[in-house]
């Protein structure tokens, strides 16, 4: 049993990396003045496919999650990878704004069947105890992607051009994140622990819990994916090089992985609202910090208190869903939860981009959306204790 849960994680985390929640939120930063420079399209223009992406996500999210719980992740997450990979790839070979569009729409229709929402019902139901770790574990794959895809995404795009890093990246979807988990991937479905059926939306909008998930990771969602789609032009505008604008990206990664590690420890020992909330808070002034960061020294610091914040982020939505509600129940629920946070995270990246094409900055749109992720912290950390929670579930 040991042996398996441990293969589990071991796979996980390079397949996470690769996922659309990782390989294409932070690669896509350093595609936009390439595009801009090749094609001509504007920020906004390109931002939009990121958009498109994110509301795929939004509204794909609680279909896929309820086929997970019915059907198994294995028969959700290998086809879903297949197309996915065959949509970032023909990224090398895209001539127009509406291909890009469509490559990035078809990603976004399959990308949780990549990402958190399957691989977060895997680590759940394959840990009870220690949960929280486990899921910080796996989630350490998205922080290994937010230390390395930034400055690799720069780096094959001035080595080897556009075609041949879309390539490359495909080439590694393919390998960890098909063919791995083909091989090595046990079948998991109900978890056993009851006989109720999945949520539903009818089930669920009387309930206050689920609200306040809904606001609160809408909140934190439209502020940290709308700065790190733009982080690296926002420090390069200031003067700082394309180098350094990637390792700053980096520095957020690597704060974003010790904040996984560090959230998911907190997790099995305190109060996961608390958790969350406080480290919210923390991203907040982040973000507010790097509205005004104009050295490399403040952009770092600015950077690393963003990323601790998503590090908290993937870790305490699936563990407080799996405490708050049935784990037969999980990835419909979670689906519905991703739905918000991907719905925000579709206009965050817009609004950076609108607010710099009409007025040249990106100064004002940041700390409106420094402003939103402080209110999401206070409205995770305003819910009650777990353990309450899963009573009143029960009840």
Not at 36 to 58: D, H
Not at 248 to 267: E, I, P, Q
Not at 346 to 365: C, E, I, K, N, R
Request: net charge positive; charged share 10%; glycine share 12%.
């Amino acid at each position: 049993m040991m042996a398996s849960r441990t293969r589990v994680l071991v796979i996980s985390v390079p397949a996470i990396m690769v996922s659309f929640g990782s390989l294409v939120i932070f690669s896509f930063g350093a595609f936009i003045k390439p595009l801009n420079e090749r094609f001509g399209w504007s920020r906004g223009q390109i931002s939009l496919a990121f958009t498109l992406a994110a509301l795929a996500v939004a509204i794909f999210s609680p279909i896929l999650g309820r086929l997970i719980d019915r059907a198994g992740v294995r028969r959700v997450l290998l086809p879903c990878v297949i197309i996915y990979c065959a949509a970032f790839t023909s990224l090398a070979v895209i001539g127009s704004l509406w291909a890009l569009y469509l490559a990035y729409v078809a990603m976004g229709i399959v990308g949780n069947g990549t990402a958190h929402l399957v691989w977060a019902r895997i680590i759940s139901s394959s840990f009870d105890k220690q949960r929280g770790l486990a899921l910080a574990a796996m989630m350490a794959g998205v922080g290994a992607g937010a230390i390395g895809i930034p400055p690799l995404a720069t780096w094959l795009l001035g080595s080897f051009g556009w075609s041949a890093a879309c390539l490359i990246f495909g080439g590694a979807i393919l390998v960890f994140g098909w063919l791995s988990p083909l091989l090595f991937l046990p079948e998991i479905r109900g978890s056993g622990e009851n006989n109720r059926p999945a949520g539903t939306f009818r089930d669920l909008r009387g309930n206050h819990v689920f609200w306040v998930l809904i606001v609160g990771f809408f909140l934190f969602s439209i502020s940290v994916n709308g700065i790190i789609a733009h982080l690296i032009p926002l420090l390069s505008d200031r003067g700082l090089s394309a180098s350094a604008a990637g390792f700053a990206a980096s520095m957020l990664g690597v704060l974003t992985l010790f904040g996984r590690l560090l959230t998911g420890a907190l997790l099995d020992r305190f109060r996961g609202s608390y958790v969350g909330g406080f480290l919210f808070g923390l991203a907040a002034v982040g973000v507010a910090a790097l509205s005004q960061a104009k050295t490399i020294p403040s952009a770092y610091a600015a950077a690393g208190l963003i990323g601790l914040g998503m590090g908290a982020e993937a870790d305490v939505m699936p563990y407080l869903i799996s405490r708050f509600f049935p784990m037969d129940s999980f990835s419909e629920i979670y689906g519905y939860t991703f739905t918000a946070y991907a719905v925000a995270a579709a206009f965050g990246p817009l609004l950076m981009g609108w607010s710099f094409d009409q007025f040249h900055s990106y100064v004002s749109a940041a700390l409106a959306l420094a402003a939103a992720m402080l209110a999401g912290a206070f409205a995770i950390g305003s819910l009650p204790a777990e353990a309450g929670i899963a009573r009143a579930a029960a009840g």
